[in-house]
């Protein structure tokens, strides 16, 4: 099993800055691609962005291209979302994902439990 632990969401304003954590435990870190998605209240989960197991490789999602930039220390066991120019529209509650064979949006192994991101206008 592994667990998975974020932080670091809150309130900003619009054009606001913020940067998630979300820390792994139970397993070898470096075996699993890690990925960040999103749910607002009424709508379906969204893919935020995803790394390879050794952070060669990351997909964003169209929403947040440009804006936010997912990194991760496999020494800390971390994986980080840095999210610049926030818009309200990216308010939802943020869950980090870790999966031993996808890195995509389909990647659905094991998911922390989330954390809240509000954009006040």
Known sequence: QVQLMESGGGLVQAGGSLRLSCVASGRT???????????????????????????GTVLYGNSVKGRFTISRDNAKNTVY???????????????????????SSDMN?????????TVSS
Do not use: H
């Open 29 to 55: 870190f470096s075996d699993y691609a890690m990925g960040w998605f999103r749910q607002a209240p009424g709508k379906e989960r969204e893919f935020v962005a995803s790394i390879s197991r050794g952070g």
């Open 81 to 103: 979302l840095r999210m610049n120019s926030l818009k309200p529209e990216d308010t939802a509650v943020y869950s980090c994902a870790a999966d031993s064979q996808r890195m």
């Open 109 to 117: 192994e094991y998911w922390g439990q989330g954390t809240q991101v």
